[in-house]
């Protein structure tokens, strides 16, 4: 995950880490923080992480809305400081910034164990990624987790590094701060661990011939969604207890992943509900 810099030295690549993480939750070198871009990204992180924020800069734009929490940091000592919006570009590394930028302390990931004993606790759902890699995609499906009230996220992706790029966390708008959120560097593993702690896994899969709208989804319960062009990756497959499809019109093809991952995320609420 991406250091955590003063506001005058952002790293050119703040989601890098300089060794490999092993997969499922094992030990590994400690990530020494984040950058956090975007003003409802900024905001959760406020409220949600207060003792990991390291020092803020905004634009007197926001200030209003950002004031009530810089004051209580400010009272701890957290360097909290007003600058020019060309200034907060460079900060952020990004035009993108929305009038805010947190440095702070590295998130906690939840171990695969962690993830299960929560779900079976609460007969939760949680949603997994495999090899997804669009940060926009990503913000998207998790913001849309954390709006239908799902419990967790997990990140899959090749060695050496699942985490979270800055863009996703800004466009989940502060979802990631909502979830419960695990990575991995071997999803079948992690889904196999799910499974044997009783959490059913359903993959979407266009192919399926299950209609996701007929579907009963279970509990606890993992919804996987698969890369962008590749879909699911043949192993992880092999670990999905169901798979299903989302009819169309069949004008095209397939649909974005984050949208089909919103159109599965309420179908579980609404059978929740």
């Given at each position: 995950?991406p250091?955590?810099?003063?506001?005058?030295?952002?790293?050119?690549?703040?989601?890098?880490?300089?060794?490999?993480?092993?997969?499922?939750?094992?030990?590994?070198?400690?990530?020494?923080?984040?950058?956090?871009?975007?003003?409802?990204?900024?905001l959760?992180?406020?409220?949600?992480?207060?003792?990991?924020?390291?020092?803020?800069?905004?634009?007197?734009?926001?200030?209003?809305?950002?004031?009530?929490?810089?004051?209580?940091l400010?009272?701890?000592?957290?360097p909290?400081?007003?600058?020019?919006?060309r200034?907060?570009?460079?900060?952020?590394?990004t035009?993108?910034?929305?009038?805010?930028?947190?440095?702070?302390?590295?998130?906690?990931?939840?171990s695969?164990q962690d993830v299960?004993?929560r779900?079976?606790?609460?007969?939760?759902?949680?949603?997994?990624?495999?090899?997804?890699?669009?940060p926009?995609?990503?913000?998207?499906?998790?913001?849309?987790?954390?709006?239908?009230?799902?419990?967790?996220?997990?990140?899959?992706?090749?060695?050496?590094?699942?985490?979270?790029?800055?863009?996703?966390?800004?466009v989940?708008?502060?979802g990631?701060?909502?979830?419960?959120?695990?990575r991995?560097?071997?999803?079948k593993?992690?889904?196999?661990?799910?499974?044997k702690?009783?959490?059913?896994?359903?993959?979407?899969?266009?192919a399926?011939?299950?209609?996701?709208?007929?579907y009963?989804?279970?509990?606890?319960c993992?919804?996987?969604?698969?890369n962008?062009?590749?879909?699911?990756?043949?192993?992880?497959?092999?670990?999905?207890d169901?798979?299903?499809?989302?009819?169309?019109?069949g004008?095209?093809?397939?649909?974005n992943?984050?949208?089909?991952?919103?159109?599965l995320?309420?179908?579980?609420?609404?059978?929740?509900?």
């Amino acid at each position: 995950m991406p250091r955590a810099p003063s506001p005058k030295a952002t790293p050119a690549h703040p989601h890098r880490h300089p060794h490999p993480h092993p997969a499922n939750g094992s030990p590994r070198p400690r990530d020494v923080g984040e950058t956090i871009v975007g003003l409802r990204a900024g905001l959760a992180l406020l409220a949600r992480r207060p003792d990991a924020v390291q020092r803020v800069a905004f634009s007197r734009r926001v200030e209003r809305e950002v004031e009530p929490a810089l004051q209580r940091l400010r009272a701890r000592g957290v360097p909290c400081v007003a600058v020019p919006d060309r200034e907060l570009e460079r900060i952020a590394g990004t035009a993108q910034h929305e009038g805010l930028c947190v440095a702070a302390l590295a998130r906690a990931w939840a171990s695969p164990q962690d993830v299960a004993e929560r779900l079976a606790r609460v007969r939760g759902t949680a949603i997994a990624l495999d090899r997804v890699r669009n940060p926009y995609n990503i913000g998207a499906i998790l913001r849309t987790a954390a709006f239908f009230g799902l419990d967790a996220a997990i990140v899959g992706a090749p060695a050496p590094h699942p985490g979270l790029d800055p863009n996703a966390v800004r466009v989940a708008e502060g979802g990631a701060e909502e979830l419960t959120l695990s990575r991995t560097t071997d999803l079948k593993d992690t889904l196999a661990r799910l499974r044997k702690a009783g959490v059913r896994v359903v993959a979407a899969d266009q192919a399926a011939p299950v209609d996701a709208r007929d579907y009963p989804f279970p509990r606890p319960c993992v919804l996987v969604m698969g890369n962008e062009r590749e879909g699911l990756a043949p192993r992880v497959r092999e670990e999905c207890d169901a798979t299903v499809a989302i009819r169309g019109g069949g004008a095209v093809e397939s649909l974005n992943v984050a949208v089909a991952a919103g159109i599965l995320i309420a179908q579980l609420a609404r059978q929740r509900a």
